[in-house]
């Protein structure tokens, strides 16, 4: 830990609260069902970021629980025990007066007097909190955080004067932050659903209207996707068993390199040259649009020059576009439009595994503009997915700066550098040699076990 400021000290948590552990109950203690004479029980599946999310609460019987299991304002619920290390330690601090308590794979931390509870609250979204309770729970079949692992932790104390100032601050500037995220979050689906409303107008004639009367375009042709195959050439899936090669193999894509207008090559499995070879239907040459048939649906990308000689599984359809008659991109936009997509799904057939038939895929409806009209309307979408594009990277530039502000924030606070000192202030050093002085924690360590707690 960096140097503090001299009016400033260190202490374990057991210094400056006081730990209870959680209610034992079994299946049969509790229930879904509110009743007056039970609480509303806070599991770990309830601290959700930071927070109480009071959904999925169970309720259990008054006579299990003590006065100091009941859940008051400025307590610490922390998530004791799990098989994931990415839940032990989680917490979130109680802010309502409302009745409720907790069960035995959590604990409380309460502050103790003289220790503002939004600051003690803050230290808990901090980085510092975060890594030593990873380094502490590690178990070898469950993690756990004991009781005295709290006393393993120390929080930087500050004087309780400025410990009020910081809270007061972080409760200003995270909140703020806190608004930030949310209407980032909300450019996202804005930018998703304008890419949706250009391919609806491309593929309805509406973003070449001006275009059409200028050029005196021809009327859209009403045909199909196998009408559009290069002449001898259908519509076709790809290798049905992979099997698998180590070196030297033949690329060969699948659902998941195939996204909406767009491959993710990460992760591609190679086959045995030979066995691509008897899928010489599906070899491609650049050019194709490809579309998923199988699981994932929905993804549609045409398939570039650098692809020649890869093959596709048999969860992706190979469309072997006539290009005198019809443009592959503007086909792949057409298949990726919200209507298409609708009908793609309407035609899929199955429940745990949904696929298109072959045939099905080759009867696509599709409106064909000439092809000139084609070529301008890819150019259009181009542009303004284009644009949409430099939005989504400026968005995410800003989600990522506002995702570093918080820990930020946070490290400067319990550092002593987000408010000044105030050489006034009581030394925390006196606040904690009385804290020292007064009753030591006596808080019962909970009830013994009847039976094993419900999960």
Same mark, same amino acid.
């Given at each position: 830990?960096?140097?503090?400021?001299?009016?400033?000290?260190? !202490?374990?948590?057991?210094? !400056?609260?006081?730990?209870?552990?959680?209610?034992?109950?079994?299946?049969?203690? $509790?229930?879904?069902?509110?009743?007056?004479?039970?609480?509303?029980?806070?599991?770990?599946?309830?601290?959700?970021?930071?927070? *109480?999310?009071?959904?999925?609460?169970?309720?259990?019987?008054?006579?299990?629980?003590?006065?100091?299991?009941?859940?008051?304002?400025?307590?610490?619920?922390?998530?004791?025990?799990?098989?994931?290390?990415?839940?032990?330690?989680?917490?979130?601090?109680?802010?309502?007066?409302?009745?409720?308590?907790?069960?035995?794979? !959590?604990?409380?931390?309460?502050?103790?007097?003289?220790?503002?509870?939004? =600051?003690?609250?803050?230290?808990?979204?901090?980085?510092?909190?975060?890594?030593? @309770?990873?380094?502490?729970?590690?178990?070898? +079949?469950?993690?756990?955080?004991?009781?005295?692992?709290?006393?393993?932790?120390?929080?930087?104390?500050?004087?309780?004067?400025?410990?009020?100032?910081? $809270?007061?601050?972080?409760?200003?500037?995270?909140?703020?932050? /806190?608004?930030? +995220?949310?209407?980032?979050?909300?450019?996202?689906?804005?930018?998703?659903?304008?890419?949706?409303?250009?391919?609806?107008?491309?593929?309805?004639?509406?973003?070449?209207?001006?275009?059409?009367?200028?050029?005196?375009?021809?009327?859209?042709?009403?045909?199909?996707?196998?009408?559009?195959?290069?002449?001898?050439?259908?519509?076709? =899936?790809?290798?049905?068993? %992979?099997?698998?090669?180590?070196?030297?193999?033949?690329? !060969?894509?699948?659902?998941?390199?195939?996204?909406?207008?767009?491959?993710?090559?990460?992760?591609?499995?190679?086959?045995?040259?030979?066995?691509?070879?008897? =899928?010489?239907?599906?070899?491609?040459?650049?050019?194709? @649009?490809?579309?998923?048939?199988?699981?994932?649906?929905?993804?549609?990308?045409?398939?570039?020059?650098?692809?020649?000689?890869?093959?596709?599984?048999?969860?992706?359809?190979?469309?072997?576009? +006539?290009?005198?008659?019809?443009?592959?991109?503007?086909?792949?936009?057409?298949?990726?439009?919200?209507?298409?997509?609708?009908?793609?799904?309407? @035609?899929?057939?199955?429940?745990?595994?949904?696929?298109?038939?072959?045939? /099905?895929?080759?009867?696509?409806?599709?409106? *064909?503009?000439?092809?000139?009209?084609?070529?301008?309307?890819?150019?259009?979408?181009?542009?303004?997915?284009?644009?949409? /594009?430099? %939005?989504?990277?400026?968005?995410?530039?800003?989600?990522?700066?506002?995702?570093? *502000?918080?820990?930020?924030?946070?490290?400067? $606070?319990?550092?002593?550098?987000?408010?000044?000192?105030?050489? +006034? /202030?009581?030394?925390?050093?006196?606040?904690?040699?009385?804290?020292?002085?007064?009753?030591?924690?006596?808080?019962?360590?909970?009830?013994?076990?009847?039976?094993?707690?419900?999960?």
């Amino acid at each position: 830990m960096s140097k503090l400021p001299y009016t400033w000290t260190s !202490c374990s948590l057991l210094e !400056c609260s006081n730990f209870v552990r959680g209610v034992t109950y079994t299946k049969n203690d $509790a229930s879904d069902i509110e009743a007056p004479t039970c609480l509303p029980l806070v599991r770990a599946n309830n601290i959700q970021a930071g927070k *109480l999310d009071l959904r999925d609460l169970v309720y259990v019987p008054g006579t299990l629980i003590s006065a100091d299991q009941k859940l008051r304002a400025g307590d610490l619920v922390i998530a004791t025990s799990s098989g994931s290390i990415s839940v032990v330690g989680k917490a979130a601090q109680i802010t309502s007066s409302k009745p409720m308590t907790f069960g035995a794979f !959590c604990g409380v931390l309460r502050p103790r007097d003289g220790i503002n509870f939004r =600051y003690f609250g803050h230290f808990f979204s901090s980085q510092a909190y975060r890594q030593t @309770v990873s380094d502490l729970a590690r178990g070898v +079949n469950i993690n756990n955080l004991k009781r005295d692992h709290f006393r393993s932790i120390a929080i930087p104390l500050a004087p309780a004067q400025e410990q009020q100032r910081i $809270a007061d601050k972080l409760d200003t500037v995270l909140a703020r932050v /806190d608004a930030v +995220n949310a209407r980032l979050a909300r450019v996202a689906p804005l930018l998703k659903r304008f890419r949706q409303s250009v391919l609806a107008a491309a593929t309805s004639g509406r973003l070449t209207a001006d275009w059409r009367i200028t050029q005196e375009a021809a009327p859209l042709e009403d045909v199909t996707l196998q009408e559009i195959c290069q002449t001898g050439r259908v519509v076709t =899936y790809g290798v049905v068993k %992979l099997g698998e090669a180590t070196s030297g193999g033949t690329p !060969c894509l699948r659902t998941s390199n195939v996204r909406w207008l767009r491959f993710e090559l990460k992760g591609m499995k190679l086959i045995d040259p030979s066995l691509s070879a008897e =899928y010489g239907r599906t070899v491609l040459r650049g050019g194709e @649009v490809l579309v998923n048939v199988r699981g994932t649906l929905g993804g549609v990308a045409v398939a570039t020059e650098e692809m020649a000689g890869w093959n596709v599984s048999r969860e992706v359809a190979v469309v072997p576009v +006539n290009e005198a008659m019809a443009n592959p991109d503007f086909i792949a936009l057409w298949i990726g439009s919200d209507e298409c997509q609708r009908w793609l799904t309407g @035609v899929a057939k199955g429940v745990a595994y949904t696929g298109i038939n072959i045939e /099905d895929l080759r009867a696509l409806p599709l409106r *064909l503009p000439e092809k000139l009209e084609q070529t301008e309307i890819v150019r259009r979408v181009e542009l303004l997915f284009a644009f949409a /594009d430099r %939005l989504e990277a400026r968005l995410q530039a800003a989600q990522t700066a506002t995702t570093r *502000l918080t820990p930020s924030l946070l490290a400067k $606070a319990f550092r002593g550098e987000l408010v000044p000192q105030d050489p +006034n /202030d009581e030394p925390a050093a006196e606040l904690l040699r009385r804290l020292a002085q007064t009753k030591p924690d006596t808080t019962p360590r909970g009830r013994k076990t009847r039976a094993r707690q419900a999960t």
